[in-house]
């Protein structure tokens, strides 16, 4: 089954504008990654986010993370053409008690298009 | 480095035959994922290895099975296919295991008529 959850499930918006999208997941944690892709190729990790991290940039992205509320975001400024894409957060599938986890699950995705 | 390749890119069989699809990691990363991507399921975890040992599997039938050899190359197989296997099949490589972060080959697209 999935854990994270998407929304919005698609975003349209303006060149230059910025896009947030939100997840939401049921179980505890230890990181939370976001990926990115574009129709119908491999997937291209974004951002990982740590449970202990609340905030975490890498160039014109932006990812939070709320544990008290198992939700993150993912805000992309100044969106370009080539953002256009599907956005996917993933979490662990299984996590041990050392630590350890194996496996992704994906929530269904946002997918963002930017008109020129 | 090179990325992470998968052979074939497009495969098209029939429902009762069996496929094969290959995964090569990024050199150094040991850990391979399977992921199978359909448009009404999204991404579904299929199975991880780690140093040529299956360390999880997801919640798919016998009939899904791989391997990881000793170069940490990867293949995964369907026996008796079924039209719902059609999908996308990802591979992904990490350096190590513990939901790090991966790294995903373009896919094989698989059509099962």
């Known amino acids: 089954s999935q854990q994270g959850e998407e929304d919005p499930q698609a975003l349209s918006i303006q060149e230059g504008e910025n896009a947030t999208m939100n997840c939401s997941y049921k179980?505890?944690?230890?990181?939370l990654q976001w990926y990115r892709q574009n129709s119908g190729r491999g997937l291209v990790h974004l951002i990982l986010?740590?449970?202990?991290?609340r905030e975490k940039h890498s160039g014109r992205l932006r990812v939070t993370l709320d544990t008290s509320k198992k939700s993150s975001s993912l805000l992309i400024t100044a969106s370009r053409a080539a953002d256009t894409a599907s956005y996917f957060c993933?979490?662990?599938?299984?996590?041990?008690?050392?630590?350890?986890?194996?496996?992704?699950?994906f929530g269904k995705g946002t997918h963002l298009i930017i008109q020129p | 480095k090179a990325g992470v390749t998968q052979t074939p890119r497009y495969l098209i069989k029939t429902r009762g035959q069996q496929v094969t699809l290959s995964c090569s990691p990024i050199?150094?990363?040991?850990?391979v994922s399977w992921y199978q991507q359909t448009p009404g399921q999204g991404l579904q975890f299929l199975f991880e290895?780690?140093?040529?040992?299956?360390?999880n599997k997801g919640n798919f039938p016998g009939r899904f099975s791989g391997r990881q050899f000793s170069n940490s190359r990867s293949e995964m197989n369907v026996s008796t296919l079924e039209l719902g296997d059609s999908a996308l099949y990802l591979c992904?490589?990490?350096?190590?295991?513990?939901?790090?972060?991966?790294?995903f080959g373009p896919g094989t697209r698989l059509t099962v008529t």
């Open positions: 993933a979490t662990p599938l299984i996590m041990y008690s050392g630590g350890g986890a194996d496996g992704l699950t």
């Open positions: 992904a490589s990490s350096l190590a295991t513990g939901s790090y972060e991966q790294y």
């Open positions: 050199s150094g990363h040991r850990s």
């Open positions: 290895y780690f140093s040529e040992t299956q360390r």
């Open positions: 986010i740590r449970s202990n991290e």
């Open positions: 179980t505890s944690i230890n990181n």
